[in-house]
């Protein structure tokens, strides 16, 4: 793993703009986003945003010093160095033309993943893991020519564990 | 609704809320300038006996006076204003207000939430537009969020580093009706600052002080926002530590303490910027390295241990590390840092060090040039040197513009008092002097308030002259009249080989007939023996005055650290 990937998991204000403060601090300061995504919580008057930054020590510390500054800002944790899951969904529109669709289909079963849609030259798979997964499918079904890629953005939560 | 609907209904309308949620905090003076949908806020304003409206002329004005009201006072400086182009011309004072951590609440007219988003007249997102220049903001939704919202307004632009909050208030909103009550205390759970130090870390700056040989008390302007000076000093003298002060922090220590040794950075003295650079433990209060103070931050006292008060955890270890990181209070922490040194009972052996410093500083004393350096000429360092000396050191304000004539203020007017010494330090704003004179001369009416101004800045918002006739604010303008962006004139003419691209003002107005059309007193003065007598009119005048004052073009502020270079590397009038 890039050792200067760090996992923020940001839990905020479900309030309208707080998502804008929040990437515009972290663009504002330099920093680059690799992956984001945000959603409601348990208690519907909070959101939670998982971040998914490439940045140096230095660099990170200012991020998370930067953040926790926000009012809107509950709290952050650092998921990086913890055991945490990380999950992301993807769907592949892929070329299938009737006399390969059944190999398509195989490689989507042996990644536990599902046809979601079915056309007559293309299916539309949904996979969700861990990157290494995702990559590796990706490759396979690169094979028969990828036409389109949506993913939601990675999200991370802690491992039970720590809370024993 | 109308009001008198809402009235009996025993009910006020959202535009009275607002103005219900002002006077509950104690607001005594509004800076401001209407427009349509600011209209029923100014339409309740009217009915207050409490509140008094300053009517500035320009918007960034306003927010310049509510800023200089709010550094002259330490309290909250409040400016409204309309939407659209209202709210857009906020932007700067807003921003120079955030550089500096000055608790300001800027209020806002919006057009009625059915139209946000659709471009309709006057309508400008400028909850969106300061998102990165202020410490918080509100869009607000409903009137019966106005209270709960001022509450939290006040409370974060007040406590921890303080800063502007913005509150947007859909006109809809403010027509609506609502029963108001007023909250005691604010209650966000997402904000928490830390104000007490941690004790382990206390105890760390203590031993590292006590043994230091060669330690600096660095002042920054977080120890004026935290009302540390007396700590400070106490620090200083009772632990025989040298101190250095920031442009920010100007006034924290008095000037006539044996123990300041002036002020730091790129044009601060050789003296004080050797003492930092040299020192063994720097101590830094409420300071943030800024680049202006560090020059090249690789070079910046190499072999000084650093500890770190800042009530922001965001700002230590942001530019240097600190050996002794310890967040909190400058007040607090200073407390606490004093009872471990007192209960410890070891003072560091500092004499050497202080008489080193002494030394330095009579071998390149900041006034590198006399009087007769330039004869027949006005000398500014001179000219500011003798104003020093006839200011009140408790009566007074100064205040400065942007440029030259704010570093030759720094440098040679004397400042004995906190909160006596207002300048645009991060933003470096150029028209933000003689509207925070104003503020300042509107808070504290029995100060003499008195801007350093160069000939540039002041043209920026020169309409404010009209706010201070109209208010009698008793603002003193000195202006030191190069006819040149006398600062860029100066780089250009060490760094550019003298091609003033777009820096001379040629075709200046006349002061004088410029000021007396504002019914200010004005008079010109051209030669140096003239100086002092003019200050002493100006002194005693009642009412605004502005000293046009001729200096020479090429001029030049010394010591001058250049960008990027180390503190040692700076260059003087005289070779060094
Ligand atoms: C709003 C703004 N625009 C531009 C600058 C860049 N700037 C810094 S100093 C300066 C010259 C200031 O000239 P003047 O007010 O005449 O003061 P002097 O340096 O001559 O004392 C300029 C243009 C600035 N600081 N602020």
Redesign the pocket.
Known sequence: MNENKHVLSVLVENKSGVLSRVIGLISRRGFNIDSLSVGPTEDPSRSRITIIVDADTEAYEQIVKQLNKLVCVYKLQDLTNDAYIERELVLFKVNAPAERRSEVIEVANLFRASIVDVGASSLTIEATGSQSKLEGLEELLGAYGIKEITRTGKIAISRNSKEA | MAKGEAKRQGKITGAQAVIASLEAEGVEVVFGYPGGQAIQMYDALYDSKQLRHVLARHEQGAVHEADGYARATGRVGVALVTSGPGATNTV?GIATAYMDSVPIVVVTGQVPRSVIGTDSFQESDIVGITMPVVKHSFLVKSAADIARTFKEAFHIASTGRPGPVLIDVPSDIAAQTVSFSYPETANIPSYRPTYKGNARQVKAAAKLVSQAAKPVLYVGGGVIASGASDLVCRLAREYRIPVVTTLMAKGAVPASEPLNYGPIGMHGSKYGNRALNRSDVIIAVGARFSDRVTGNPEKFAPHAAVIHIDIDPAEIGKVRAAQVPIVGDASTVLASLLDELDAKGVKPDTQAWIAQLDEWREEFPILEKGADAYPGLIVPEVALAALSGMLDPHGSIVVT??????MWAAQFIDREEPRTFLTSGGL????YGLPAAIGAAIALPDKQVVLV??????Q?NSQEMATAAVYGANVKVVV?D?R??????QWQRLFYEGRYSATE?ADNPDFVKLAEAYSWQAERVDAPEQVEAAFTRMLAAEGPYLIDMRIDRDQSVFPMVPTGASLAEAIGAVGV
Do not use: P, R
């Open positions: 700067t513009e942007v440029g030259q004539n704010q470096g704003t150029m028209g101004a160069g000939d540039g800045s002041l920026m030191l190069n040149a962006l006398g600062m860029v004139h003002l």
